[in-house]
């Protein structure tokens, strides 16, 4: 099987073409040319016409060029020595360490078996009420926070890694800025929080066919963990459009033909094989994934924050550098907020819908309409409510931000106008000083 | 049983999930073949012949295989196992059983496990129903078993042509599906038959006398269904909407609270999470209607985001097909397909390998006749014995960005009877269920007057253009009147149109409570009332609202019930114009 091939009859975009019997679909294999030795994946066998996509990319391949079919599918190292690492989108190194060859697994493995799943049931605490409070992180949810560029949501992403109790953390960076990628790992340094993290970063001037890698490898050691490590992993994935956009590039030089705004038809299921590797394992591990979706233009409908929707447990959406009330929403929170506090959800569902008569209130406010003694008190209590609940910067736990959710509710109205039933109002509500 | 004879065949090009074949004698279209490489057989399907090649598309994951690996052709077409036995079940696309592949392969799905779909251990209480020498036909009943709650009719199989006379019927007696239980002579040849038959997936069931016009309606509980946009049993609707708009709320509501004997979900490119909602909530709840678990009604086909798309293609005729099995014992299916857009992505897919011709966003040309196929396979059919069955099937789309104007809706919304579409700001203000009001519709028959729906519709649309205008001239700029009429139409759609799927009495709403309560409420819309400012009609209306959502939480003909309907009466009465 150690033998090479030299008779490279095709180059094109990253695909090239070499005549070799007897290769398996899928597998691996090494490009040695002048510019340096790199992987290439089979992507299409036709009779001894093997394609196969070099990560590299496939500048200064010659004709001649020496090709090694290692015979094995993409493969990682998964053990503990990867904590604390940092590796691109092929699995080597971008720290100063060794290369890493112990315990190799497959990546882009088999999907659960829905049959074992489990409901979810553990809160993630991230100390934001926009999360904790109004949509509960859940251990094994796959969410997406979609924003558009310029929003802080590095930040956020960081941040949320920084306070979620979790095991272990993977991040998963696509067509990152280097000052990004510099940024997660002071961040995670600065926190004491790289000594449980693994980083598969590639960056926005790294081959565009390690992109593509990325999620796939920091699933993979995930899974590894979950399952026979019982690990609680937390995989963050930014920027999931950036995979999307390197897998417009290379469908589109393989002439696939395009189903919407160039994308590939199979653009959905991509994406879904990665996001439901997000599961809880009944007596082992889980793995919650929180990725994020930059929206070009700001547009919603866009192919990916569209497909990315139909597949996530909800969305988070990062405007003007705040988690919008609405739109935003954790489809598993009503798994985990009945257990927290008797008053959660009622406080939840009755804090949101006073701020979308808020809303209302400004609105007909900027119009010019009368104002209300009622709108009066809608205002006062709109601008409390972004102070307090929506600011980024604040950081109390869930039961510091019901307990001032009531506070806020206090100053503003009477207990009658809030519509809450009366023994929640009874228990909670603040009493006069 | 003796191993089958394969036709051989060999790889010679591999594309994705696509497998070209080069086949050795001869080779049917839309046979199943199996690809033999390392130690795994991965089963697939011919979809494609051009010469001496044939492409299959491959059900599973394609890496390892070689140019040279043996390929086996089965000779008969996709195909699922029909027997007692399938209700409560999880199948994959394939009719694979999901927990006992779980069973032997753990948290993980395994590429080429394939296991029985049925029992084949299981004991079976055979009554016969015919004697010797009765003449039948292919999907006449010889006896029965019970399964779960029916008498599970074991047929002649759909495929065997003209009439057989029966020669001999196995007696009152426990057997297993693969005991002979009768077996039948045509005059020329005479044959046995168990309790199971396979029947190709891709072609509809057609042992049925004649189909009829679909006119009861089915009800679903759902007050804005079955008054506003009706289904009937036989029917089609479709639910498209975009993401979060609470198409699957919509779809579990469906499948636990509708008045049919069997319900079919299909989780075709779904979450995999939302199946497992089912799968652990069924078995506990309560069927009122028969007393047992909603799970003994229930088959899941489950082909979730995740799993092999060439399966997912195949998993809505899967469905199909069990829906139109339990069709002629006689019973209602619903079927509910959740969803049909992820179906023509993988059609979709597919045709983008073949490199066939794209039509519109890259779907295949055949996109509309294969969606107009499927929906035709629902319908309300007299069987041969006079007795009625009836498929129903619901469709969820997930149209692209929310916007109806694309292929797969488009396509849909030409062959169903009914149009239930979501929208997403009637999401966002939390109106649930968030079927628009003003632009789904329905071709069937609601359950209280449909003259009486048109007057209330009047209401809405009305409603909705005085809204537009208090836009622009503000509340002080509206007439009281109109100002009325407004809060009459939020009055109709937040006591009846919405329902609250999460309450336990509010969650279904019988036909009879439906009838009653319309009454009420038309009675308040036409009603004429002494209202002098608009803050007084506004607080007439909160009030009243209050207490007809106070209504809805309590049992229907309950004590609590007439004293809030009475609650109801005296505000009524107090405002009432004399």
New interface residues.
Partial sequence: MKKFYHHIVQISGNVITVLA???????LAEVVSDQGTSLAQVI?????RVSLQVFAGSRGIATDSRVRFLGH?MRVSASANLLGRVFNGSGEPRDAGPPLSDNQIEIG????????????RNMIRTGLPMIDLFNTLVESQKLPIFSSAGEPYNDLLARIAMQAEVDLILVGGMGLKYDDYLFFHQTLEKHGALSRSILFIHTASDPVVECLLVPDMALAVAEHFA?NENKRVLVLLTDMTNFCDAMKEIAITME?????RGY???L??QL??RY??AVD?EG?GSITVLAVTTMPGDD????VP??T???T???FYLKQGRIEP??S?SR?KQQVNDATRSDHRALMDTMI?LY?DFREAQEKRA?G??VSEWDTKLLKYGDLFEARMMDLSVNIPLEKALDLGWTTLAECFEPAETGIKSDLIAQYWPKAQ | MVRKQYKKGKVVGVNGNMVSVRYETTVIQNEVAYVLTGNCRLKGEVIRVRGEEADLQIFEDTRDIKIGDGVEFSGELLSLQLGPGLLTKVFDGLQNPLPKLAEQAGFFLQRGLYLDPLDREQQWAFTPQVQVGAVVSAGDAVGTVPEGLFQHRIMVPFAWPGTWQVVWIAPTSYLTVDNVVARLSNGREERQMTMVQSWPVKIPIDAYRKKHLPVDPLVTQIRVIDTFFPVAKGGTFCVPGPFGAGKTVLQHSLSRYSEVDVVIMAACGERAGEVVEVLTEFPELEDPRTGRSLMDRTIIICNTSSMPVAARETSIYTSVTLAEYYRQMGLHVLLLADSTSRWAQALREMSGRLEEIPGEEAFPAYLETRIAGFYERAGLVELNDASFGSITIGGAVSPAGGNFEEPVTQGTLKVVGGFLGLSRDRANARRYPAINPLDSWSKYHPVVPSQKVRRARTVLQQGNDINQMMKVVGEEGTPVEDFTLFLKSEFLDSVYLQQNSFDAIDAACSAERQNYLFEKVLGVIEGQFDLASHGEARSFFQNLRQLFIDWHYTPWDSGEFRAAESRIDELLAAKRRS
Avoid: C, W
């Avoid at chain 1, 696939?256 to 919407?260: G, L």
């Fill in positions: 019997p007897n290769v398996p679909y899928y597998s299409r066998l036709d009779g001894d599918p493995g088999p999907s659960v078996n829905p049959s074992r799943r489990i409901v979810p399952v696939q033909i395009p189903s919407n590939p038809g199979d959905y299921s879904a094989s439901e590797k394992f082992a919603v409908t866009h192919p569209d497909n929707g139909y597949i447990e909800g969305q609405f739109g929403l598993l819908r979308a119009m309409f009368r």
